[in-house]
């Protein structure tokens, strides 16, 4: 996105931007490497790699979500066992 060159200062948008918008939004939805190379037109998926690889999750980021879930799923578990709730 660059700034508008006409002196409207509002920010001029161009078609390749909202392609990185939809990869982004493909990515962020879980879609992989493979999908995404044939949602852009990419010949290879090193293409789509080499553009957006820091946009999927690490290894990291996925045990740290994983962790997440299994807490909150576990919140509240003793107030269940006692009320017989499974």
Excluded: N
Aim: net charge neutral; proline share 2%; aromatic share 6%.
């Amino acid at each position: 996105m660059a700034e508008d060159d006409r002196g409207y200062g509002a920010p001029h948008f161009r078609l390749h931007d909202l392609r990185h918008v939809y990869a982004s939004g493909l990515i962020a939805a879980g879609c992989d490497v493979v999908t995404v190379q044939r949602a852009l037109g990419h010949a290879k998926a090193t293409t789509t790699l080499s553009t957006y690889s820091h946009l999927w999750p690490t290894a990291a980021d996925r045990t740290r979500a994983a962790a997440s879930a299994l807490m909150a799923s576990s919140e509240g578990g003793e107030e269940r066992i006692a009320a017989g709730v499974r």
